[in-house]
Every structure is written in C-alpha cells, then in structure tokens.
C-alpha cells in the first residue's frame, strides 16, 4: 500500500513537472491562437542557454540564468518578428504548418551552435529527496511542482482577471475579431512567445537540473502535448490537473503493467489518453469548446 | 487552364484530360525516354538517389491527398511507410511474391491510418495532427516492444530479394527500373484521384466543411478515407522501400521525415500532384547537393563533425518551408503554371 502510495506521490510531482511544459503550450495557445509544435526545440534551446551561461562560461548561476532567460525573450521576440507576424490572419493550417517548420529549423539551428554532444547540466535544484512520514520526495521534483502551481495561479490571475490577459483571449478566438475591436495581435503574439520561451526554460531547469541535456531533449515537448490537451487548450489551470492524471497514470503503469509489456504501456499511455481525448472530448478537460454558427 | 488557338472540346471528359496537343504528348514521352535513359548515362550514386526519390514521391503523393486534397495535416507519413514496409517484409519471410507483399503493404498502412484517423469524425484542423502525432511517435515504440518473431524487435528484419520470371532483381538497375514502374502507377493513380468524385469531395471537404456536409457530401468518412487513400501511398511506398534497402529498421521511419515529406508537399505545392512531383525534384536535388558539397566541406574540415549535413540539411528545409508558407504558399507548381503561361503567349505580357 505505501509502496503504491509512494509511486502516486512520484507520478503526481513528474506529472506537476511536465504540466509545466504544457503550459508554456497552453500559454502560446491561450494568447496567440498558434499551436506551437515545436516547443520541445525551444525549450532545448532554452536549456542549452542556461548551460552555455552557467558552465559554459563559468557564471555562477544567479547571474547566468537570468542572461539566458534574456535571450530566450530575445529569440521568441525574433521568432515573432520574422515568421509568425507575416502570418497574422493566415489560416490555422499554414500556422501549423509553420511551427512545424520551425521544428526541424529550431532543431537543425540548436545541433549546429551546440552540436550533438551529450552536456552536464548545472545543478541548479538541491538534489536528494525529503521524507515525510514513511514517504520521500525528491527535492528537485517537489520544488518544481511547488514552481509550477504557483506560477500556473499566477498565469490564471493574468489571463482571467488582467485587462491585458482577458485581451488575449479575443486573439486566442480570432485573429480578425481581435484586429476589429482594436486588440494588437502582434503584441499578444510578442507576448506568447516571450511567455512560451521563458516557462519553457524554467521547465528545463527543473526538468534537467544535475542531469545531462542532449538534443534528445527536444522529445520532453512531445510528451508534454497529450498533457496540454487533456487539460484544454485554452485552460492554464486544466494543465495542472491533467499532468497529474498523466503523471500518476504513466507511474502506476510503468510499475504495474510495464513488467508484462515490455515497459511499453507507460510511454504509450499518455498518447493513447490524447487520442481517447480526441474522441469523446476534443476540448480536453477545461478547454472552450468551439460553437460553430453559419 | 490556357490552351492553344483551335483547341475545342467536344464533352466534359476530353476537357478533363491532362494531355490535349500532341507536344503535350510528346514532352511527356521524352520525359518518359529520359527516365529509361538516365541510369545508362549517369553514375551508379545518380540511380541509387533517383530510386530513393521515386520511393519518397510515392508518400509525397499520398500527403498530396490527405493534405492538399482533404486539408488534413498528416505528421505520421513516414510511420504509415514503416507499416507498410514491415508488412512487405513480413510478406516477404512468408515467401509471398512481390505483387501480393506490395498491395498488401499499402493496405496494411491503410488500415492502420483508419485507427487514428477515427477522432477526424469529431474534431477538425490541428487536433487531428496531433492523433498523426501520436501515431508517429507510438510507432517504434510498438514495433521494438513486439515479440521478435514477428516484426524482428530491436535489430530489424531482413527482406527477401525480388524475383520476377526466375530472375533476381538484385543489381541497383534493376530496382531502378522497378521502382520507376511503381512510381509510373502511381502517379497515374494521383493524378486520376484527383479529377475522380473521391477526389472532388475531399477538395470540398477542405475548402468548406459546413457547405460540403450541406452539399450531401459525408465529411467524415471523406475526411476518414482521405487517411485511408494517402497512407495506401505511403504503405506501397514503405513496400518499395523495403525491398530496396532490403533491411527494415524503425530508425528509417522518424518523425524528421515525416516532417520532410511534409515539407516537400508544401514546397512544391499542395493543390496538385505536380506540386508534390516538383517538391519532391526540389528538395532532393538540394539535398543532393548539399551532400555533395557537404562531403567536399568534410573533407576539408574534418573537425566539424558528420552531424553538420544532416543539421544543415535540416536547417535549410525549415527555412524552405517557412519561405514557401510567407511568399508563396501555392508553392512551386504555381510558379511553373506561371512560367509555362509567359511562355506559351510570349512576347505578349499577359492574354
């Protein structure tokens, strides 16, 4: 029983941690209308900011993360600039076709500038665990979490509560309703992006801190989708709750069916959770479901 | 469409045809020549990369349909491909001849592009990418984690040669050859699919789903039948391909190329199969060529490591893509109607 208990408790705080990459996919969405598929590559490059500022030139890290969270403003500040402003009022199809693109841009741009090594990554986190009770909690995990939910209450007061949030929300609807009634979608989607990049960041360091990163890294975005969808699109707070349904869902499967399978159920899960999604609640949980009128 | 002066049409099919004066047809028959030629004439490396361009053409066709036809964004092309060439292998171990193993292929990618197309019945634009998503990246973890005996686990399947009339196809030459007979077909099917009812109705699903469905047309299962007819492409691509290489691995299917054909449709153009042809001739020969240059920058500075081409490689792809999207997202088959028009009225500007 505790022993189950204990791989909830794991599940929940993984699942808290990777709720975290959701939002930063939920946050772009929710503010510009723009489903981001490559934000497991921003998030890389994120990381590999934080690595080139810390021990790539030997900054303590007080100073180096907050340098390399500047460039991640700076690098989503150009990629709204150059690619996504010229496609303002563009169809959702060539968006996602853009972010696409950017994909296997962002990915071929991170191997060239960094190359494919594997890195250390700075300990930026206390490593070890805490024990509550007859429980642990590894430290980095439960910081994270703790990260997360207030930095998710935090982008829930913004967008529901903000004159400045609830603007976005018109973009989030439609780019030429929000043109007409004066909201600039330019600035909201400057204001995605910039979002997006730093959450994305601040995810890796959690994710990442005393471990290694590698292009493979990137993948950490794909995992997070099914969790951003469960949850709703358009809802910061549904990615909360939905990671940890995926997080608690991926641990016990990964002790309890993944001997039998081959360790397969657990990577699986997630996705088969999306596609179930998709069939019977295509908004997710929290998400705005779309009324059609002709 | 501008035709030549006394060209005239009798009935809506002749109008319907792609060849209506005899230098339209004779063109065509020189291209025709020039593929049979070619090997004859150029190095054994040209016949190998023209053979690995007939097989990503194939499942380039196939997105033509699911993406430029229906609208609906494909990511899992290439997983389809490696369905369809584990099926042809499997066929293949069985001693089954290539003309089942191939069929068999693309319907076997086809019946498994119905499981994740399915959600197309209740969502629209990007979420159905997402269920293509899932299919990619769900597809070597399934493969890797099934018994060995069937779709040979982690270390891949081998595939029988092909045999026709007792002989062996086993020289590059002859796998050219076969696989520009199956792209022959299928560019006939591509080209019919799309001019057929099928074809009409997956153009109108894209443009307007509402007045589509208000038309009688039955949105979802067109929007269903447009994974099942797209992935029967990539599945007989996935079979060619298997027998070409002859060794079958998931590390042939990922999700960077997917993304790949994807571009190479976008490129080119999504609104006809020429789209996909020119794509295709496109991003290859670029490719091919930045190999080539790519290998001459190696040698030269042999410290930069052999993951350069392929992130270059990558490099430039996105930004190919995300040029066609910003400037011309008709891609190139807009831009040689738009030759071909300043040539046929040459010196006039415009009709």
Known sequence: ???ALQVMINGLLVGLVYSLVAVSFVVIYRSSRIVNLAQGEI?????LFIWTFTLGVKLPWGIGVPIALICCVGMALI?????FRPLIGESPFTVFMASIALLILLRGVAQLAWGAETRPFPQLLPSGAWSVGPFLATKRLLIGAVLTVSLVELLHWFFMHTRQGLRLAAVAEDHYTALSLGVSVRQAVAVAWIMGAVLSAIASVVLLSDQIVSLTAAGIGLRALPIALLGGMQSVRGALLAGAIIGVGEALASVYVDPFTKGVSSQILPFVIMIGVLLFRPQGLFGWKVIERL | MLLPTGVRFESFATE???IHTWPQAMWLAALLLALVVVPHVMSLYVTGALTVM????MAVYGLQVTVGMAGQI??????FMGVGAYAAARLSGMDAPFWLAIPAAGLAAAIVSIAFALPAIRVKGFYLALTTLAAQVMFPIIVLALPSEWLGGTSGMAVEPIEIAGRMLSTPLDMYYFTL????ICSVGAFNLQRSRFGRALCAVR????????????VSYYKVMAFFAGSLFAGVAGGFFAYYIRYVTTENFNLLLSIWYLGMLIVGGLSSPLGAILGTVFITGIQEAFHAFGGALLAAFPNLGGGLVFATSNVILGICILLALIFEPRGLAHRWSVLKAAYRIWPFPHS
């Open chain 1, 79 to 83: 990629l709204e600039r150059a690619l």
């Open chain 2, 207 to 218: 443009d307007n789903e509402l007045a589509a469905e208000v038309t009688g047309v039955n």
């Open chain 2, 16 to 18: 319907g045809r792609y």
């Open chain 2, 54 to 57: 007939f097989i990503t053409l």
């Open chain 2, 74 to 79: 494909n990511v899992a092309q290439s997983a």
């Open chain 1, 43 to 47: 998030l890389l490059i994120g990381a």
């Open chain 2, 181 to 184: 007979a199956g792209v022959l």
């Open chain 1, 1 to 3: 029983m505790i022993d």
